[in-house]
């Protein structure tokens, strides 16, 4: 069993990929996965921007633009900016630890396929009827079966199921950055990034964990005739919004974490310094962690749950500004008096700073009780959370796709065309989102899909939408950028071509499957940097040349993904009004197909494959 | 190398000690469940009987809650045992993080229903 899938090379390319369990073709996959969903969310939102602006536009309807409103947060956050983080936190934990691979590979592939079929689900509500309507919040009663149709259905079924994917994820990373790291790789010489994917599983767990409780809630209510947040049927529906925003909040902070975590890797690597203040660093994280899920009411201040809770919340809420301050400084002192390189990387880490900084300035404001009466629901919460989810999640994906794209696909991205990107992006950004606090200041109400003449907001909004155009061009020459460093970019053939400090930039480009023929032997913080100045100027190795270890591909997490679609669909089809087939029938399929493939994983024994040592020396001298 | 894996093999790798450690381990186990059972069947019988008033059967069960909670973080969930640092730190992550939710969410949504 064992030698026969050695021979596994001359399978096809589709199939290689479908059945993956590498962690660094899941990052790949990861990557393309969200980015397209990003690219769908991201055409919604310039599809709002041209309703907005002009007014009393009739572009798109109402219902039209509240589905758009929906799916386009719904998708960013759950299935574009999750699966991005997932991607490089696939790609450059286990090499910045000096693993093999995560602690679970099989586990990984499920994670991913159980995320991408959760998220065809919420998709495939275009084509029944309509998408969820009911904002990403899906508060009831605006969501239950009395007001919101199907979609919500696809909302609360598609959620569910991408979100367990997300959950185990999770966990793999958790298992991966406790276990898996290489000899004297101790917790406190980890990459900031590691330490950042840690604390945002762990967030993952705890936060995603209440979110599937709320669904599953949702869940009966609507389909099961339950009446959880049915207030004439006893139900308390403030009891949705509390368990909506326990999740809710650290969900941000889940996002913001990994971005975090990029920004501290580039900054020193092109600042040519190390890392100011890495305890504070880490221990600033962890704050912001625990704080996370003390603060949720403050997106409740305005129901009326009373001026003591409302306070307590608030200051709470304040708090978290200094770890934030503290992690602030530690970047600004980084890269004082550094070397630094302003590469399309270095633009959009440098320039993160101070757009996060505005985007935590307007969220201390928010969390003053008596403003946000004010604040709420208008286009100025609006301003303030794009400026933490673009000028600072996006900017910080941005950065880091720049930063490792030459370890991912072996040659770097035009710098030109990078530098276009960069600043249309950010000076659209700035054009969309900071006037819309002035929009939000005079009094725009957020999720409204057109406004009256003569009211002050025409040239304002005109602007916000030049700005979204601008942004607009930006992804796209991100993607011409893509396919032109596809053919025209150098290869790159040497390890490290940043001249970067963590442990991924010690392996040989491209990283061959096993990634270190050897593991590494850590003696310090930013363990590469160390040994090319104190060392010879590779890894020491931690054990002698090796047979490796690999696990086997599998296509079961594809199919038990594709069996929760299918259980999950069948649900939905329960509340069809006719239906093609009985219901039951597509839920009994699903169930046979995602327990059946569980069952086939469970009896059928699989221990992997081995490389053999000529193999291995045969690899490394080619690629060395 | 792994070809044999899938067979059985001849002998335990575990030392003697282990397997009588092993064997302590489960009996713990069995008694730690067999307790939580009969504290199950305590409440249910509070409950039930109707000879206890309820001034007293409420804190009662709340209290075998209590100590079932204890008993299950320390047995099954092996927070007692040595080098589970770090299953323990998670435990007690959870714990610190969920209980002040869960009591700001009973004094929040309390009896009045909004
Ligand atoms: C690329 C540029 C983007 C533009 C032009 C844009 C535009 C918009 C617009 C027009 C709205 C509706 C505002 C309202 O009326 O309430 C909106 C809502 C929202 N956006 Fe974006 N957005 C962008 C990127 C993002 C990203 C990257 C994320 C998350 C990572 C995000 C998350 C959200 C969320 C959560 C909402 C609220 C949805 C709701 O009200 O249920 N957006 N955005
Ligand atoms: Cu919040």
New binding site residues.
Partial sequence: MATETAANNNKSVLWDWLTTVDHKKLAVLYLIAGALF?IK??AM??F??IQ?MSAENTFLSGQTFNEF??M???I??FL??TPLIFAFMNFAVPLQIGARDVAFPFVNALGFWIFFFGGLLVSLSWFFGGAPDA???AYVPLSSGEYADLGLDFYVLGLQISGLGTLISAINFIVTIINMRAPGMTMMRMPLFCWTGLVTSILIVFAFTPLAAGLALLMLDRIFGGQFFMPDAGGNPVLWQHIFWIFGHPEVYI?VLPAFGIISEVVPAFSRKRLFGYTAMVFATLIIAFLSFMVWVHHMFTVGIGPITNSVFAIATMAIGVPTGIKIFNWLFTMWGGKITFNTAMLCASSFVPTFVLGGVTGVMLAMVPVDYLYHDT?FV?AH??YI??GG??LGLLAGTYYWYPKMFGHKLNEKLGQLMFWLFYIG?HL?FFIQHILGLIGMP???FTYLEGQGMETMNLVSSIG?FM??AG?VVLLINIVYSAFTSERITVRDPWDARTLEWSTTTPVPEYNFAQTPQVRSLDPWFYEKVHGEGLMKPAEPMDDIHMPNGSILPLTIGLGLFVWGFGMIMLEMANPIITPWIVIGTGVIITFGSMLLHSIHEDHGYHIPLDKIKKIEKEVG | MSDDLSKPFSQSALSHEEILKINRERRIQITAFAFMIFLTLLAFLAVGMEMVEPGFTIPFILLLAVVQFVLQLFYFMHLKDKDHQWPNAFMMTGIVVATPAVIALVLLLGVTKY
């Fill in positions: 990003f969310a991201g939102a310039i709002m921007r907005l409103i929906t386009h947060g719904t960013m956050l574009a900016v904002g990403w919040t996002l286009y609006v959370f794009h989810v673009v999640i996006a950004f969309t957020r999720r409204v979204a942004m607009g992804v």
